[in-house]
């Protein structure tokens, strides 16, 4: 069975700290990894990471992926207190359904 | 372009009846998606739907649960029957024949 676990669960940081989320997968015909951020609502598109080892920038966000040993991980640099929120992985298979296989998340929480 | 349209938004039902979740993909979007998060988990999987065809309902409970995606007007979900157990946000994404997918806001189904 597909499966993707996040690491931590939970997170508490000061405002400024950087923090790196992890997410292992384990998904049959792997095609990408997707990172989400969920504040209380929709769960909003950071990254799709598909080929190893090239690193995805957005702002004070970076991730990166690695096909041999089936993980990914997200980086937030200069954390603020927006950044507070669940960030979900989930893992994508080939073909042409977006059904995704997600973890449980992460909770960041960023203190002022 | 409006964003993935759900509703109602919050939706509140006695044990027993029956809860009826919209969803109004993007425009140009064909494939729907419902997923299911339950409190302090990540989102499962429910059921991937093409206009007038189930694709892939491996998630769907057997029972009481079914979705349709007409020809025309939004994709249902239905939950007949239902129980405290059913309680959670229910979250619908749509996306292009090959193209990401976009989250909609969700439902959030609470059974008294």
């Known amino acids: 069975e597909d499966k993707v676990v996040q690491s931590p669960l939970s997170l508490v940081v000061h405002e400024g700290d950087t923090v790196t989320l992890n997410c292992s997968y384990e998904v049959t015909n792997f095609r990408s990894l997707l990172w989400y951020k969920q504040e209380k609502k929709a769960p909003t598109f950071l990254f799709m990471l598909?080929?190893?080892?090239i690193e995805k920038k957005s702002g004070r966000l970076s991730s990166i992926l690695d096909k041999k040993e089936l993980f990914s991980i997200l980086n937030i640099t200069a954390t603020q207190t927006g950044d507070s929120a669940i960030y979900l992985c989930?893992?994508?298979?080939?073909?042409?359904?977006?059904?995704?296989?997600f973890g449980k998340g992460t909770k960041l929480t960023v203190n002022p | 372009n409006a964003g993935v349209m759900q509703n109602p938004r919050h939706l509140v039902r006695r044990r027993g009846q029956e809860a009826r979740l919209r969803c109004s993909p993007m425009?140009?979007?064909?494939?729907v998606y419902w997923y299911r998060q339950l409190p302090e988990e990540g989102l499962k999987f429910m059921v991937y739907l093409q206009k007038e065809n189930i694709i892939d309902e491996s998630g769907m409970p057997k029972e009481r649960f079914s979705a349709e995606f007409p020809k025309e007007g939004p994709s249902i979900l239905r939950i007949q029957q239902v129980v405290r157990g059913d309680s959670a946000a229910y979250f619908c994404?749509?996306?292009?024949?090959?193209?990401?997918?976009?989250f909609g806001q969700g439902t959030r189904l609470t059974v008294v």
């Open positions: 994404a749509s996306s292009p024949p090959s193209g990401r997918a976009f």
């Open positions: 598909t080929s190893s080892g």
């Open positions: 425009k140009g979007h064909s494939h």
């Open positions: 989930a893992g994508a298979r080939v073909g042409g359904s977006e059904k995704l296989v």
